[in-house]
């Protein structure tokens, strides 16, 4: 890729970057603990990742970290996996989260907003009230350190106390979305056994109620180590026979009692997309995430009391816990329940309008939308607050990069980000005080040592390779759960590089220190040497507007050859014709290589998407492979499963 030096798309002025969290930070860090203090962002990076126990110490003290009781050094050991952060420090995450309430009592903490668009506040002190209730119950029905509490919720204000209250009592969260059906909730919970189960009775998507009452039921009868289930009338509806009422134990006035708990105690387990077999049960700590957290929202999204963060997520997607987690910064947190483009594609715009929203972040796959729908947020909507748009979820096209300044703001700053559910952060993405390239996320995270590599270990810039961390992040997991010996955790993640992460995405670092993430690196194009994402497929082809969605695959076939098809999904009203087809290809031989023109264009009826929106391109290519359906994909894991038999249908016709 060409790395010749362009203009930036954004530059932050002058004040911007003094004003900056990190700036001051830096300034502040120089004097106290010795980092640089000129080089910029990128001298600071340099001296996070060289000196990664002074940084992390620093992060602490910044960030006015209560250890109740004092840690014996900041790594006792930083092997990998099994580093070991922060030993003897005694730390509670939903102490931090609710920390505002003693100064900002009246504000909001959560602005609320479901479909009617009209946002309804949760003020700091009845967030905290609310928490102290909640946690006094869950003590009274046994909850204790290191048990497992569920929600089956969507992001209604209820599933924020839910989580804080069950970290205050040192238990352990985990969550699914209401639109996950039975066996793929059961899959993860499952796994973990939860002793106490919160669920809505249903929930309102595209302006329909969809009731959720028979899958609850299914839930309580093969949830066998349950205590407790909770109702949540969302749709109105009584609480089913046994279940405990959600008003009557958030209704008292107590002050939440924090336990105390190791740095390394668990505070949640999130799920992998879980594509096959079951999904991973990833473990991360209060501590690990109470301090990666700060720096990630603190520092490098520049969130502070001022503002209002909104990301368009659901409880099933770690950007859920993230967007929680604005919480631990003083930030007001915006929770939309609904549909992204209802009543019409501008919904999301529409929520940052009338929050105040300073930062938004969205899905790459959402911006591209409204720029084929032609909405025009800066025209229709007063977003003069919106000082960030972030997104994630798949690589930023440069055409969304474009759309956004030239139709949000030609001052706004741009955020691609990229990290993953296994460190429940961002790898490279937001950096308030360095210029945004198009197509390009802006730098590194401070304390992540982010390298592009070759088969062989060696660094490369300015070339595709695997994306490793070659040192410890404190979010990193602590462990799978039911992996006693760690090997599941292992070769997740280690068996590629020892004592390295490989993550399993290719990306370029460029020579002037920005990232570009080209797509998923075990579904990688490999043409005669020549490996390309699919991220830049699906960025150029998706540009025709005939194409309303795409997925390509590399298949390697017993005799040593290479089929590539692309498989096309059409807007409504178009023919994949010989016209299109030269254009597809013509696309594709032009902007991006020869050698990755597809050998077939395929129309098919639909892309297969994870429960969390990923395109399948893994489990699609072991069913190309033959692999038969229940061994090539977890079917609870998967939006539409008959979208599926299409390709096994393909498969089985090719012989």
Known sequence: MSTANPSPL????????AQAQVTKFQAWAAEEHGAPSDGGYAALHRWSVDELDTFWKAVTEWFDVRFTTPYARVLGDRSMPGAQWFPGATVNYAEHALRAAETRADEPALLYVDETHEAVP??????????GSLAAELRALGVRPGD??????????????????????????TSCAPDFGARSVLDRFQ?????????????RYGGKEHDRRDVVAELRRELSTLRAVVHIPLLGTDAPEGALDWSSLTSADVEPVFEEVAFDHPLWVLYSSGTTGLPKAIVQSQGGILVEHLKQLGLHCDLGPEDRFFWYTSTGWMMWNFLVSGLLTGTTIVLYDGSPGYPDTGAQWRIAERTGATLYGTSAAYVMACRKAGVHPSRDFDLARVRCVATTGSPLPPDGFRWLHDEVRDDLWIASVSGGTDVCSCFAGAVPTLPVYIGELQAPGLGTDLQSWDPSGKPLVDEVGELVVTNPMPSMPIRFWNDPDGSRYHDSYFDTYPGVWRHGDWITVTSRGSVVIHGRSDSTLNRQGVRMGSADIYEAVERLPEIRESLVIGVEQPDGGYWMPLFVHLAPGAVLDEALLGRIKRTIREQLSPRHVPDEVIEVPGVPHTLTGKRIEVPVKRLLQGTPMDKAVNIGSVDNVELLRFYEELARARG
């Open 122 to 131: 949760v003020t700091w002190s009845d967030l905290r009230r609310q928490v």
């Open 10 to 17: 954004w530059q932050p002025t002058d004040e911007v970057v």
């Open 148 to 173: 497992r509490v569920s929600g089956y919720l969507p992001n209604i204000p209820q599933a924020v106390v839910a989580l804080l209250a069950t970290a205050a009592v040192g238990g352990v969260w």
């Open 191 to 203: 796994q973990v056994e939860p002793v106490v189960l919160f669920t809505v009775d249903g929930y």
